[in-house]
């Protein structure tokens, strides 16, 4: 049976622009590192833009939380600079092999939203909007519903 999908959520893996890091990469973090028993991402899109596959999409994630059940995670590599600092620094391939995933993912999920990592931070002032004082993380660094619309980043 198919578990309920309701967000398709885009992440980043918070690396710097010249970090070429993958699925195996990021496996090792979280297993290793966190404890996790598999990476918490159901895919991962390398600085080439080659898609790589996490976990099975029809098991929960370990991306969200509070959300893992109802959401599939996509991680985009990348997403601060040198500094360790927020910045839209995904390459032209890596935003291809996004609108591919994503529209694959949207077939599959055709009832789910789409959305970045922060956009699922609590609403603190309960106003229906999260703010960006209200991000918990700025994850994935840039505006997903913006860029769905083919809005500049």
């Given at each position: 049976?198919?578990r309920?999908?309701?967000y398709?959520?885009v992440?980043?893996s918070?690396?710097?622009?010249t970090s070429d890091?993958?699925v195996?990469?990021?496996?090792?973090?979280?297993?290793?590192?966190?404890?996790?028993?598999d990476i918490?991402?159901h895919?991962?899109?390398?600085?080439s833009?080659?898609?790589?596959?996490?976990?099975?999409?029809?098991?929960?994630?370990?991306h969200?939380?509070?959300?893992?059940y109802?959401s599939v995670?996509?991680?985009?590599?990348g997403?601060v600079?040198a500094?360790?600092?927020?910045?839209n620094n995904?390459?032209?391939?890596?935003?291809?092999?996004?609108?591919?995933l994503?529209?694959?993912?949207?077939?599959s999920?055709p009832n789910a939203?789409i959305?970045?990592h922060?956009?699922l931070?609590?609403d603190?002032?309960?106003?229906g909007i999260v703010?960006?004082?209200?991000?918990?993380?700025?994850?994935p660094?840039?505006?997903?519903q913006?860029?769905?619309?083919?809005e500049?980043?």
């Amino acid at each position: 049976m198919r578990r309920l999908t309701k967000y398709i959520v885009v992440h980043c893996s918070a690396t710097g622009p010249t970090s070429d890091i993958g699925v195996d990469e990021i496996r090792d973090w979280h297993v290793n590192k966190n404890g996790w028993s598999d990476i918490g991402y159901h895919a991962v899109i390398r600085r080439s833009g080659q898609i790589e596959y996490g976990r099975h999409f029809d098991e929960p994630g370990a991306h969200v939380k509070g959300q893992n059940y109802q959401s599939v995670g996509v991680c985009m590599v990348g997403g601060v600079d040198a500094n360790g600092k927020a910045e839209n620094n995904f390459t032209a391939p890596q935003f291809a092999s996004l609108k591919i995933l994503l529209a694959m993912l949207r077939r599959s999920y055709p009832n789910a939203a789409i959305l970045g990592h922060r956009d699922l931070s609590p609403d603190l002032d309960g106003d229906g909007i999260v703010e960006k004082h209200e991000w918990v993380k700025d994850c994935p660094c840039f505006d997903v519903q913006a860029w769905l619309k083919g809005e500049p980043q």
